[in-house]
């Protein structure tokens, strides 16, 4: 059973920095489409960050130039580096995988749930004005 670990969330002040990380068991992040969503209260959860197997990145426009997503193969972890926070970056984060999917796959949809069958606990992130 593929687990994911997400830890670094905290409260911070606008303006502030964060780094998320995603330690993966049963799971290879280094062949895997590894993806960051979060979650807002009282809204539908959303696309971040998406990496492929080969390191390819997007993101999502409200984050773009803001957050950063990368990963350690030898940790078998994934990171999400986040500064500039704002307020309406607050929300529950969630690390997500998907093995054996094909890169292009990956860069073009995995900014959406459905091809993630793998998914973390969260982590909250409060970013206050």
């Known amino acids: 059973q593929v687990q994911l670990m997400e830890s670094g969330g905290g409260s911070v002040q606008a303006g502030g920095s964060l780094r998320l990380s995603c330690d993966a068991s049963?799971?290879?992040?280094?062949?895997?489409?590894m993806a960051w969503f979060r979650q807002a209260p009282g809204k539908e959860r959303e696309g971040v960050a998406v990496?492929?197997?080969?390191?390819?990145?997007r993101y999502a426009d409200s984050v773009k130039g803001r957050f950063s997503i990368s990963k350690a193969n030898a940790a078998n972890t994934l990171y999400l580096q986040l500064i500039s926070l704002t307020p309406e970056d607050t929300a529950m984060y969630y690390c997500?995988?998907?093995?054996?999917?094909?890169?292009?796959?990956?860069?073009?949809?995995?900014?959406?749930?459905?091809?993630?069958?793998?998914w973390g606990q969260g982590s909250q992130v409060t970013v206050s004005s």
């Open positions: 997500a995988a998907a093995a054996y999917t094909p890169r292009e796959l990956c860069r073009n949809r995995g900014l959406q749930q459905g091809i993630f069958a793998n």
């Open positions: 990496i492929d197997r080969n390191g390819n990145v």
């Open positions: 049963r799971i290879t992040v280094s062949s895997a489409c």
